[in-house]
């Protein structure tokens, strides 16, 4: 069917011949065509706001029935899109002209059933358009669709959708908290549950999205809820070579999505504790998947729901106890370390990486120990995705910058040549040498206790030289006291 041709007996005349006039079109269709282009200028826009043609565009939308007028409905659609983004006078004549409600009718209808992602997408964007003028647009958002039509938005699996719902939703809570905890709370946290189901089911992880949960988990502390509202039930459970996954798939992905932007905005964002305890609560209920995992083939994401958990739980906890590397020895970067520290977080690093296979080239001399002496490490277990264990020395040298206490308390579970052992090249642990070595200057950093242990061991050959070389150290003999002790030659 001809476009051009589109029956035009439900719109009103005056409306018709409104648009008609301004545009200098000879039919509907082609007039709205025309001032869609003509918006797309931020000069075109406020002429068209000087002629007050968006409260006509809003009488055609009122006039058009979804969804046997939809061509005619999209394009009215994409000018009022077009004419909010950025024009204070039109965004404040969409308010005006009870447009919030309108657009907001429409998407009540195209979301029922079948879902119209087309018309969605773009109702979607007018309202986001809109709620960048301020808040009077954001209320008139807000109380229009909180929270059950957002609810029905959010469960509109699509990557279209998705994005500009997010941006609405942001948008309206930056700079009021008292929407941030409506949204947080037991209304509207189902909200964000779908959001995140949604980004999980089509793969989407655009800005609006991350912004989103950025506000969320690590500014705002309602990552705990929200990672536990999304636990799967009953038969969604799926089945392992260990049983059920413990995980479901939208928390594996919200992980994924916080271990991001944590990484991403290292030395923005400040983690509060409640964020970094939930995460090594997930981390230690995650570890079971040792029991059972075998050696994995590929770094994150491995296709196994729980072992991803597992990594991106370990990545986030890195990145957390990084940040007073970044920012050096703040009070705040201090409190979450040692909050992490105080629960056993070191304790139990040093635990699981006892139990792992050491690396190949420390394997081999371990075998060949072993089979001179009839002893036996199979009970050892393997890395369950490649750059398991150099995250876990990772995660310690990091703790270890700057705090005495974690090297000492490393030191007194004879944990010293483990540590040491990691300064090698592990083609299952991509960077491990490099993190090892990062972990080895933090450990004897101003600490002469642990630099003169590892004298000690270096002197019994459990020490390779050139690892302590790489740090400008060296092994001599104190002539006063007959022990040996490590020199600075750089």
């Given amino acids: 069917m001809d476009n051009t041709a589109l029956p035009e007996c439900s719109v009103p005349e005056d409306v018709i011949q409104a648009l008609l006039s301004v545009s200098n079109s000879s039919n509907l269709v082609e007039s709205m065509e025309d001032l869609i282009q003509v918006c797309k200028t931020a000069d075109g826009r406020e002429d068209l706001a000087a002629k007050n043609v968006l409260p006509t565009v809003i009488q055609l939308v009122q006039s058009l029935l979804y969804p046997s007028d939809h061509y005619l409905l999209t394009l009215s659609l994409r000018l009022l899109r077009n004419l909010c983004a950025g024009e204070v006078a039109n965004q404040n004549s969409f308010v005006e002209q009870n447009g919030v409600a309108i657009v907001s009718n429409i998407l009540s209808s195209a979301s029922s059933l079948e879902p119209d992602f087309g018309i969605i997408c773009v109702g979607l964007q007018v309202l986001a358009n809109a709620a960048l003028a301020g808040e009077r647009q954001q209320h008139a958002i807000w109380q229009q669709l909180f929270s059950e039509k957002f609810v029905a938005l959010a469960r509109v699996r699509s990557k279209k959708t998705c994005g500009p719902l997010c941006m609405i939703i942001s948008t309206c809570c930056d700079g009021t908290p008292e929407l941030v905890a409506q949204l947080c709370g037991d209304c509207g946290v189902t909200i964000l549950k779908e959001i995140v189901k949604t980004a999980a089911a089509v793969d989407f992880g655009e800005d609006w999205y991350k912004l989103l949960l950025s506000r969320i988990c690590l500014v705002e502390p309602y990552f705990r809820p929200l990672f536990f509202s999304l636990e799967h039930v009953g038969e969604n459970a799926e089945d392992t070579e260990g049983g059920r996954e413990s995980f479901s798939k939208e928390q594996e992905f919200l992980l994924k999505n916080v271990s991001e932007i944590l990484n991403e905005c290292l030395s923005e964002i400040t983690v509060p504790n409640d964020f970094a305890l939930c995460v090594f609560g997930i981390f230690k209920n995650s570890i079971k998947v040792l029991g059972y995992a075998t050696r994995g083939r590929s770094g994150l994401p491995t296709g196994s729901i729980d072992i991803d958990v597992l990594g991106y739980s370990l990545t986030i906890l890195r990145d957390t106890c990084a940040q007073g590397t970044l920012r050096g020895s703040t009070k705040d970067s201090m409190d979450v370390v040692d909050a992490l520290i105080s629960y056993g977080l070191i304790e139990l690093l040093l635990s699981l990486l006892r139990d792992l296979e050491p690396p190949a080239i420390i394997k081999k001399s371990i075998n060949q120990a072993e089979n001179q002496e009839g002893s036996s490490s199979s009970t050892l277990k393997p890395c369950p995705y490649k750059g398991f264990r150099r995250d876990i ?14 090297q000492d308390e490393i030191r ?12 090698v090249i592990d083609d299952d642990n991509p960077y491990s040498r490099e993190w090892g070595i990062w972990c080895q200057r933090n450990l004897l950093d101003r600490n002469q206790e642990n630099q003169r242990a590892v004298a000690e061991l270096e002197l019994k050959g459990s020490v390779d030289v050139p690892a302590l070389a790489r740090l400008g150290l060296r092994v001599e003999m104190n002539l006063a006291t007959g022990r040996p002790k490590l020199v600075n030659i750089s």
């Fill in 393 to 406: 020395v990772a995660v310690i040298g990091n703790c270890l910058y700057g705090r005495k206490i974690v």
């Fill in 412 to 423: 007194r579970k004879d944990g010293l040549l483990l540590l040491l052992q990691q300064c």
